[in-house]
């Protein structure tokens, strides 16, 4: 037999003979699922100004593109449309529950031909329960039922705590109120 054959039959016994440990290590490993240390659910409520509900607007458009305006949202699915918020957070879905603290922060429309935004905003928290803040960032593509967004960051009760957030939009009326229902899974607890 020449070098190449036996090489090739060296290779072939090889593999030959290790592939039933290889199959048995790969098929006993475990998946490690982890846990969160804390979960939590806030529903926050969002106003935008549209030239009449100052008294109770809790957010405003502060940039808008060349064919909007900043009372009213622009057309095509609100496209390059700035919105700035400080918006109520609170245990349940009414309006007027008593405030456990504040989201603030901002969302920008990004897409041309898709309801979507991007969100980048903080729940600051006043109350005997919470102190502190949680910090949030991502993509929000409106039109699916849930989305997820990246908890990076917090302060106080939630010092470095980092994690996710799933978004449910749980009510809208057109485009003036909006409400959140914000379900947090935190992965990183101080």
């Not at 909007?68 to 245990?91: C, E, M, R, W, Y």
């Not at 939630?158 to 899974?185: C, N, P, Q």
């Amino acid at each position: 037999m020449d070098a190449k054959t036996l090489m090739f039959l060296a290779l072939f016994h090889l593999i030959f003979l290790l592939s039933p440990s290889i199959i048995n290590a790969s098929s006993t490993r475990k998946i490690r699922v982890r846990k969160p240390c804390k979960s939590l659910v806030f529903y926050f409520h969002d106003i935008i100004y549209n030239g009449k509900n100052s008294h109770n607007a809790t957010a405003v458009i502060v940039g808008a593109p060349a064919w909007g305006n900043k009372t009213i949202l622009a057309s095509q699915n609100h496209f390059g449309d700035l919105v700035v918020f400080d918006d109520p957070i609170t245990l349940d879905n009414n309006l007027h529950s008593t405030p456990v603290g504040r989201a603030q922060g901002f969302y920008v429309y990004d897409k041309k031909d898709i309801f979507t935004a991007w969100l980048g905003f903080s729940f600051v928290f006043n109350s005997t329960e919470h102190k502190g803040s949680l910090n949030f960032a991502g993509a929000d593509p409106l039109m699916n039922k849930t989305r997820e967004i990246s908890v990076i960051g917090g302060t106080g009760d939630f010092f470095m705590a980092r994690g996710i957030a799933t978004l449910m939009t749980d009510s809208f009326e057109g485009e003036v109120y909006f409400r959140l229902r914000t379900d947090i899974k935190l992965y990183e607890c101080w």
